[in-house]
């Protein structure tokens, strides 16, 4: 079981890392990107498939983390937040069911192709929600924002 | 007032927002960035409009003259270090207007900034990542070494689709059934389980996914346009690679 998770977590880092080098992230940022892609992945795993909750909540409060942990990197390197999450949230994006919703389509299947589309759009809709929550958060609380409230182009 | 002609400094915003549309920035920070520019150098009446294949910028000078640039993006990828680039001299410039000439310049540099790994490095890190994505979509370890195979054949094939045709739904098409023909004859072999999971691992460099969620962040910020476009964007790879592997399924 902890055999498991620790396995899940190399996975998910690998994943984040390659990723990171395909889209060419800042050399001294690759591995501070992968550890929030893979604590994101392993607290949506621990939530949508130990505690069972709702796919869609479990993506979201992960892609919540990833976006914390990303924000906080951005202050920390000075670099823009997308840096960070942009590979970071690469495990949790529904690849999967965005195939298997394809291939149901094609191969003339459209309530399986239903059921899948529906699922692909709520994953991302969670990603999108987690990601803006934050980013949302962020700017109320952060002080720099307070202090020069001109015209800003809200994410 | 001015100390700079109007022209020369759109230039300088239109240049910085290539950069920026060119590798993969949202539509909402694009605009962010060349409204921030503009507004350092004293302009007034600022309007910055961005989809994800145009570009129009439209100030107004001291002189009440308007000037309006136009740009048309025809090729994206994504290279998340320019885009950090071009927003620390944003960060510089609103500290400090620095002469446009000067600016260029510093444009030119990050333009012509190499990646930071060679084609074979980042195609290596691609089939690896792949080699990950079995165990998180619920596979076993023998999925792995077929999906890193895959994957990164995959990738290769894609790339040079691409670069061949110029047609990215064709080279994704090609890709995807090149990865569903190796697939198949891994699980012929006797290598991996569960064909489903090593198929999935390997176009996870293809799939959209990135996409679809980038346009409902873009939908939610309110950015209607930009979201459908990329929307409609990703619907189009997903047939592409459903196609490809449909191919395969069906005719093997």
Redesign the interface.
């Known amino acids: 079981m902890n055999l498991n998770y620790l396995?899940?977590f190399?996975?998910?880092?690998?994943?984040?890392?390659?990723?990171?080098?395909?889209?060419?992230?800042?050399?001294r940022t690759l591995f501070a990107s992968s550890i929030s892609g893979a604590v994101g992945?392993i607290v949506y795993y621990f939530l949508a498939f130990e505690i069972e909750l709702d796919l869609f909540v479990g993506v979201g409060v992960a892609a919540f983390l990833v976006a914390f942990f990303s924000q906080w990197y951005a202050r920390h390197f000075?670099?823009?937040v997308?840096?960070f999450a942009?590979p970071g949230?690469?495990?949790l994006?529904?690849?999967?069911s965005?195939?298997?919703?394809?291939?149901a389509?094609?191969?003339g299947n459209p309530e399986m192709a239903l059921m899948f589309a529906t699922e692909?759009?709520l994953i991302?809709?969670a990603?999108?929600?987690g990601?803006?929550v934050n980013s949302g958060l962020f700017q109320v609380f952060s002080n720099r924002a307070f202090g020069k409230r001109e015209?800003?182009?809200?994410? | 007032m001015q100390k700079y002609p109007v022209a020369d400094i759109l230039d300088v915003c239109v240049e910085a927002g290539r950069v920026m549309l060119e590798n993969?920035?949202?539509t909402?920070?694009v605009?962010?960035t060349l409204?921030r520019i503009a507004k350092s150098y004293n302009l007034v009446y600022i309007n910055v409009f961005v989809v994800p294949t145009a570009l129009i910028l439209t100030v107004q000078g001291s002189d009440g003259q308007d000037h309006t640039e136009l740009l048309r993006m025809t090729d994206r990828q994504?290279?998340?270090?320019?885009?950090?680039m071009v927003?620390?001299l944003s960060r510089q410039l609103a500290q400090r207007a620095l002469p446009p000439a000067k600016v260029k310049v510093k444009l030119l540099n990050i333009k012509n900034t190499p990646?930071?790994?060679s084609r074979w490095?980042?195609n290596l890190?691609?089939?690896?990542?792949?080699?990950?994505?079995?165990?998180?979509?619920g596979g076993t370890y023998t999925d792995i070494i077929p999906a890193v195979v895959a994957g990164g054949l995959g990738h290769i094939v894609y790339e040079a689709v691409n670069a061949w045709t110029n047609v990215s739904f064709f080279a994704e098409m090609v890709a995807s059934f090149f990865i569903g023909l190796l697939a198949v004859l891994f699980i012929s072999l006797g290598f991996g389980q569960d064909i489903n999971i090593i198929?999935?691992a390997s176009?996870?460099?293809l799939?959209?996914?990135?996409a679809?969620?980038n346009?409902?962040?873009d939908?939610?910020?309110g950015h209607l346009l930009a979201g459908v476009a990329v929307l409609a964007k990703?619907l189009l790879t997903?047939?592409a690679?459903?196609?490809g592997?449909?191919m395969v399924?069906?005719f093997l």
Not at chain 2, 78 to 84: D, G, H, M, Q, R
Not at chain 2, 207 to 210: E, I, K, N, R, S
Request: with cysteine; charged share 10%; aromatic share 12%.
């Open positions: 396995s899940y190399a996975a998910a880092l690998i994943a984040t890392f390659g990723f990171g080098v395909l889209y060419n992230v800042p050399t992945w000075k670099m823009p997308i840096v942009i949230i690469i495990p994006v529904p690849g999967g965005a195939y298997n919703m394809m291939r389509f094609i191969e692909t759009f991302s809709g990603i999108a929600v990601l803006s015209k800003r182009y809200l994410p | 993969g920035a949202e909402y920070r605009e962010d409204y994504t290279n998340l270090e320019k885009v950090s927003n620390d990646r930071n790994f490095q980042s890190a691609i089939a690896l990542a792949c080699g990950g994505f079995p165990l998180l979509f198929i999935i176009v996870m460099s799939v959209p996914g990135m679809i969620t346009s409902f962040r939908l939610m910020a990703a997903a047939g690679i459903g196609i592997i449909a399924l069906t």
